[in-house]
């Protein structure tokens, strides 16, 4: 909820703004002919679960495929115009924009699916918020913000990906999980009685996953996971069984961009790149208006658009009343809990920065492979044991990690006996992009199916989700397959009771610091403090 109020107590706006989908698309738009993959439901989902997932992750674009460059968008050609710009502003008041697609030729483009992320920003103030973008599918897109600090501000646009690049990104999440690629280790004795090792392919095992056979190699070795269902797949080596199955790592990226495809992904001209457009200055003037949330951080809070802003590169809360942690509250809200976060290296890097934050707080040598785990940290002072592992396969580990260790949030969940104590983080994105929507969505269903059972037998249990953030605009590791993942995540979790989803897209998307997926230790501060305001709301 955003508030805006003055001295008297007057309420000059007390609404709830749109959830998080932060480029909206035209519903009006007749859809696109549904994939071979959208047909079947997920196990774990009901009809409309699934068809809302689907009405979530829908995006469009070009009628038929796109066969010269010269006809995508063009962030070169492409411009963008403040609407109505009044001499001055008010904080709290609202500023939109404009935005004009147009190809590589200078002509206007007729339709939407254009990937653009919109600020208002102060180099000066270290300020900056994120704005939400309208597509109206013709070419031209609103962009939305709130304007939350005084002092003065430009509007800043720029085109993540053109249409046709999203509509060459769909194909590839459909038809392509082998760009990425993952290795499994065989080690053991063979028939000679001679120890060896084996590295063969391996992947999960999916409607649209392909493991190719190659002539060494036949398939395929398959370990179904009794709980969960989910099966992971090796190929089987050639002088081993299947149960000699011991390390797993990354393998290889494959490029299998067409030529036209390797031109729209181009950094140089076509992906993440700035508009010019209106540079004309905005005026924000201070007013008796205070804006920020009042209401404490709990469970089921919406997360607005805009979900807060930075100023002073300090970032002030539009979903709840966050406070900013010193070293002493850090310790004590961490104090006496068991706090587990589960996923990949972006919450590795909230484990790592409570560990740096609290001195007292020590991590022990497990003689795990650290981006793996099981990692643990503890306070004996204090009460306090931290634990950090990843969300089990897939997972693009570089180090040879024993397979026994990879486990499934799930399956995690669902032995812990939770509590007042206990705080629960977890987040799972980066490692699925290249695996369809499908497999994501089964994949969230069953962790939900673990949380609702733990928040059923021990409601007092704190369970905090943490949302993808931007990074990389590959094929590979892309904002929009991330993206796309959240909005699945979001319609996962909506009606769960009891759990808490921490958007952090937008603090790395209008940040002045370059994308990185690994955002930088000033942004992680800032969502930590989000994080213990959950934990410790008073």
Known sequence: MVLLSNSSGDRRANQHLPRPHMQHHNRTQKPSEPTP??????????????????????????????????????PGHSTFTIQDLKQSYSVGEELHATIFAKDFTGQPKRYGGDFFQAKVYSDKLKASVFGEVLDHQNGTYSARFVLPWAGQALVAVRLIHSSEAVQAQKQHRSTDSGRASFLGYFVGENSSGVREEETVLCSVKWAGVVLPTTAQNNCCCEYRDARTGLTWQCHQPRGLPCDALMYHSKGKYVNSLTPLEKVLMDRKKHVNIWLKGDRRLVTITSSNATVGARNKCSPGVPTPTPAGFYLNNVWTSFVCATRHFAVNDTTQC????????????????????????????????????YEVGPNLAVDVLNNIDLHWRSHGLPLRCKKKAPIVAFQYIGNVIDEMAGGPHTVIVFTMWAHFITFPLSYFAHRVSLVRRSVVALLRRAPETKVIIKTANTGYKDIYTGDWFSLQLDRILYEAFRDVTGVYILDVWQMTACHYNTDDLHPAKMIIKEEIDILLSFMCPK
Request: hydrophobic share 35%; no cysteine.
């Open 37 to 74: 993959e959208a047909s079947v439901v997920p196990p774990g989902l009901s009809v409309e679960e699934w068809e809302r997932m689907l009405k979530a992750t829908h995006w469009g674009g070009p009628e038929r495929q796109v066969t010269s460059a010269s006809r995508s968008t063009s």
């Open 334 to 369: 961490l104090k006496d809990k068991h706090i587990y976060i589960m996923g990949d290296s972006t919450s590795r890097q909230w484990f790592d920065y409570l560990i740096q934050a609290v001195p007292t707080l020590k991590l022990l040598n497990s003689h795990a492979v």
